[in-house]
């Protein structure tokens, strides 16, 4: 798909509504469960991450990161390069994302073609995060910062676009049963807001 079909195909699959891990868990479980409405409704954390498509010629790839193990929050986890919005960002998500990106993984931002956005996604802690959508053509060189980033890898985009590899699983938190999305790629488990946001990009994109 060319960078205008890609962009057309972001444009229309936008819903300013958004989502997130209560919007989830009403999906699944009917209104009856209120999810963390409490926390939906109240004040929220502005963030941005980067899903940074690869255009190989044999195909694109979403570029991802693992953090480490020794981070406060969401240790270990796989995720997308990003971050809370700062006050130098002027509220704009796509200078966050690309500034974040340059942070921690040393991707310059002239590199990233931004194409669009996904629905904004709301985390169970209280962050807002907007997904930006950008193009990098290869070589992609990267320079992780150590503290944050364990490891830079790429993913298929087919894989992860298709429906048969997205698994919803439930886990106890705070005594109750919450849906999450999954997927396994070589033994990397991605999971939570940043499975929720690549099944947001495979319902927009579909199979092309």
Do not use: C
């Not at 936008?14 to 004040?43: C, H, K, S, W, Y």
């Not at 048969?164 to 990397?188: A, Y």
């Amino acid at each position: 798909m060319t960078h205008d079909g890609l962009r057309a195909r972001l444009a229309a699959g936008f819903n300013p509504a958004g989502r997130g891990d209560a919007m989830l868990e009403r999906l699944i479980d009917g209104d009856d469960v209120p999810g963390r409405t409490a926390l939906a409704e109240g004040p929220l954390t502005p963030a941005a991450v980067l899903v940074p498509l690869v255009e190989h010629a044999d195909g694109m790839t979403v570029l991802l990161t693992q953090r480490t193990a020794h981070l406060a929050h969401h240790p270990g986890q796989i995720s997308f390069p990003g971050g809370r919005l700062e006050p130098a960002d002027d509220g704009d998500p796509v200078i966050a994302a690309l500034r974040e990106t340059e942070e921690e993984i040393g991707l310059p931002r002239d590199r990233v073609t931004i194409l669009g956005r996904l629905d904004d996604y709301i985390t169970g802690t209280g962050f807002i995060v907007t997904p930006v959508v950008g193009v990098i053509v290869p070589p992609v060189e990267t320079n992780a910062d150590p503290f944050e980033v364990a490891e830079v890898f790429e993913v298929p985009l087919n894989f992860l676009l298709d429906p048969e590899n997205h698994k919803l699983h439930r886990r106890v938190i705070e005594g109750r049963h919450r849906p999450f999305w999954s997927m396994t790629w070589d033994e990397r488990v991605i999971w939570g807001a940043t499975a929720g946001i690549l099944v947001n990009l495979s319902e927009v994109l579909g199979s092309s």
